[in-house]
């Protein structure tokens, strides 16, 4: 069955880096287009950022321009987000998201707190 594994998260002073990934199983990872999403204490789910299937096309959420970069590897069946200059508003529990026709697979998050 599909899979979706987060891993990466924790705690970060402001200003610091983390580096997130999602290892994929279950389905063709290498043609369908992966996400990564957020879901702060209190809001909504939101799009951080997506990438194409072979990696040629991305998009990102106004707040994390130039900031985050997503990126893959279809050899290892992974997605990445790289996050620098983090802010406190990054706080959030940070998932990965495929749509199969019009189904969405979800992972189970991973916590990403910045803080001093």
């Known amino acids: 069955q599909v899979q979706l594994v987060e891993s990466g998260g924790g705690l970060v002073q402001p200003g610091g880096s983390l580096r997130l990934s999602c290892a994929a199983s279950?389905?063709?990872?290498?043609?369908?287009?992966m996400g990564w999403y957020r879901q702060a204490p209190g809001k909504e789910r939101e799009l951080v950022a997506t990438?194409?299937?072979?990696?040629?096309?991305?998009t990102y959420a106004d707040s994390v321009k130039g900031r985050f970069s997503i990126s893959r590897d279809n050899a290892k069946n992974t997605v990445y987000l790289q996050m620098n200059s983090m802010k406190p508003e990054d706080t959030a529990v940070y998932y990965c998201?495929?749509?199969?026709?019009?189904?969405?697979?979800w992972g189970q998050g991973t916590q990403v707190t910045v803080s001093s």
């Open positions: 998201k495929v749509r199969l026709r019009s189904d969405d697979y």
């Open positions: 279950g389905f063709t990872f290498r043609i369908y287009t």
């Open positions: 990438i194409t299937a072979a990696g040629g096309s991305t």
